[in-house]
């Protein structure tokens, strides 16, 4: 029996190993304030008071599965009620990441793609190029919808060129920070730390 | 006039007269030692006073007062000195020194509550003993069965004509508008503390709206309506409408068991609110709906049979649920419960009549910041101390029910006794 099979069969241990604040969901008493304090809560598939039952539950693959915690927004909200203080917008994002990670994550949700072109986006020069992302996001969906978008926004893009707030000089190359070598090094050295870690314990 | 007080370190001294404090004072005195029972408030009595009816045997807290009042009246040994708190305390076991400030009740102790000062004056002010729900006259008796029996005239009368003609209305010249406060130095042996809790302020429940939405209202003043001599009467009316509420929610863990609010449990939120639900079919028969949202029931030995009682009642509904906010209803008024039920993640939008906050328990007395040597525990109740000969008594100690507020006053006494009985040894 490997290591990751052991911990199938308590899916609790596994995510306090190796979800991001993964320990506080011990520590929640199923009082159902962060679920109904979540502006997003109706769209959940499982609100996060649920999810930590499930996790508790040894519920393993419905749980990295779930669309739920890519719908969190990162509104704070659920953190500043919860009678027992879990960090629960940070165990959201954990657990979404850690699916991810696993590849078990739902493949087509629109929040997945946006963190993904986020990232990519971000990493290339130390800053988000907001230019570019926006028409990355704009035909995310293919190009047609990408044109349709593009036309619905052109009013705001000629405004936030007007007020300075965005140049079209940012589609050749753009703004960065100092080192972007030295930053994409300390990341894949950030990325390599991380898998070794999950490797030993998951 | 002055207040005469003798003490020595032969002396008690209890501070605070609700039902903890006076139990305290009765068991000491009635061993044969020399009790002082200070109370801030113009009676003693304290929060048992202000309740409609007791859990679990569901009988009037007057009567078991009567009964304690009596037992004082009575003993030779208690002196009690209201309207009094103590703001010094300098020496150590078996050799206090206490400095006590005492505040003027302009009536002296030839009143014979007979209510022409009140029926004299026109000035009103928020009553304290209903909460702020009605008023009462600014020359008063705190409430029916106060002890002493004797009026108080509120200070901000003072100077004022109303004074003047409640002065004037008395026909045994108990009125006094010369009266002073006072400070006395005292000396005693031991110190109990039985100063109780307050209420929890709801205001600070933002979600909950009892600032912005009358018909929110506390499970303190929900024990006042009930009273039939209280401010409505004894009928459950809504705040913003007068209407009788027959559709009742309660909100447990009010404030308590949150790291917002009250870390600790208040513990006895459960019991009240179960007995409060029994209070809608005492009103109004099968008409009475209750609904009891709470994180889980905490009605620990005996008091589960109270509780399995309240759940076979069709009329009481139990919601496993920590309600997340209160919105409103604009067209009925009704506060509206949102959140998510446990027991299968259902998400709700209720309406009520009425929605009872089961608020916390917490210190009445803020020690931590007082210039007395007391320890407490991170929720602000008095923690033991070996070395001490100050004890705490009731809900000074813990939140805690009548009946255990009761055994912890009584454990209290004894130690308070030993502290003197070895102190009259060691001087024999
Ligand atoms: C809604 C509700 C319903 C309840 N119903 C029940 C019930 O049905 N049955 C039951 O068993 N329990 C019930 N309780 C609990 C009950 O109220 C307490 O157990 C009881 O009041 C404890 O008595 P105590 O003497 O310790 O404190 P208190 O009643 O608070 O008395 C303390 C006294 O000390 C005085 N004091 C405070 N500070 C000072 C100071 N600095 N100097 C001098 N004096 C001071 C106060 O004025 C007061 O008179 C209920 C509580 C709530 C909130």
Redesign the interface.
Known sequence: MTATEKYRNNFLQEVIANVEEGEWVRMC?????C???CPL??HWE??P??IFMMIRANKRQEVLSSSSMWYCTSCYNCI??C???LPITHIMHGLAHYGRKLGVAPKELPTIKFSMLFWENLVQKGRVNELKLGLRLYFMNGFMNGIKTALKMQKIGLGMFLTKRMTPMEMLGGHGCKDAKGLQAILKKAQQIEDAKTVKQG | MTTEIVATNQTILVVGGGISGMTAAIEAAECGKQVILLEKNPSIGGRVAQLYKYFPKLCFPTCGMEINTRRIKMNRNVRVVTMAEVTKVTGKKGDYSVEINISPRYVNENCTACGDCSNAVSGEFANEHNYGLNKRKGAYLPFAMAYPQRYVLDPAMIGTDDAAKAKEACKYNAIDLEMQAQTLQLKVGAIIWATGWQPYDANKIR?YAYDRNPNVITSVELERMMDPFGPTGGKILRPSDGKEAKDIAFIQ?AGS????YLKHCSRICCMASLKQTTYLRERYGNEGKATVYY??IRAIDRFEDFYLKVRKDDNINFI??????ITLDKETGNPVL?????EG?H?YSNPHELVVLAVGMQPSVDFANLSIDISVNEHGFIEADEESGMFAAGCAADALDVNRAVQSATASTLRAIQVINQLSAAEA
């Open positions: 008493m199923q009082c159902g304030v679920s109904g304090s809560g109706p499982h609100p008071q649920e500043a009620r009678p027992r203080g | 979600p863990c068991r949150d790291h917002n994180i889980d496993k649920s920590k309600v997340a906010n949102n959140g998510v039920n446990t993640y998400r």
